[in-house]
């Protein structure tokens, strides 16, 4: 089972992001797929998730109106779109994978991406 993150960097406040968690070992239509992001000095928090059937996307308060996931099961891809960045969406973001149901508790996860740095300064 592998989970790769990549599309992170260095984005201008007000701009937008797309992050791509590339899977392999397992099908999309078996396991949920969450974002996590953590920023220094912080805990791990869920920023989104979608369900192995779909049929459940989950947002954080914090990034509620502004962001979207969205999968294509074809490529085996979770995408997370964010859009009016800000300084403080400045984090590590990771994607992991459960069987079917979607959780905020990061610790019930065991299969973990390596994470993406997005910095969001001018």
């Known amino acids: 089972v592998q989970l790769v993150e990549s599309g992170g960097g260095l984005v201008q406040p007000g701009g937008p992001l797309r992050l791509s968690c590339a899977v392999s070992?397992?099908?999309?239509?078996?396991?949920?797929i969450t974002w996590f992001r953590q920023a220094p000095g912080k805990e791990r928090e869920a920023v989104s998730c979608?369900?192995?059937?779909?049929?459940?996307?989950n947002y954080a308060r914090s990034t509620k109106g502004r962001a979207t996931i969205s999968r294509d099961n074809a490529k085996n891809t979770v995408y997370l779109q964010v859009s009016s960045l800000k300084p403080e969406d400045t984090a590590v973001y990771y994607c992991?994978?459960?069987?079917?149901?979607?959780?905020?508790?990061?610790?019930?996860?065991?299969?973990w991406g390596q994470g993406t740095q997005v910095t969001v300064s001018s």
């Open positions: 070992g397992f099908t999309l239509d078996s396991y949920a």
């Open positions: 992991a994978a459960e069987p079917v149901r979607c959780y905020s508790d990061d610790t019930l996860y065991v299969y």
């Open positions: 979608i369900s192995a059937s779909g049929e459940t996307i």
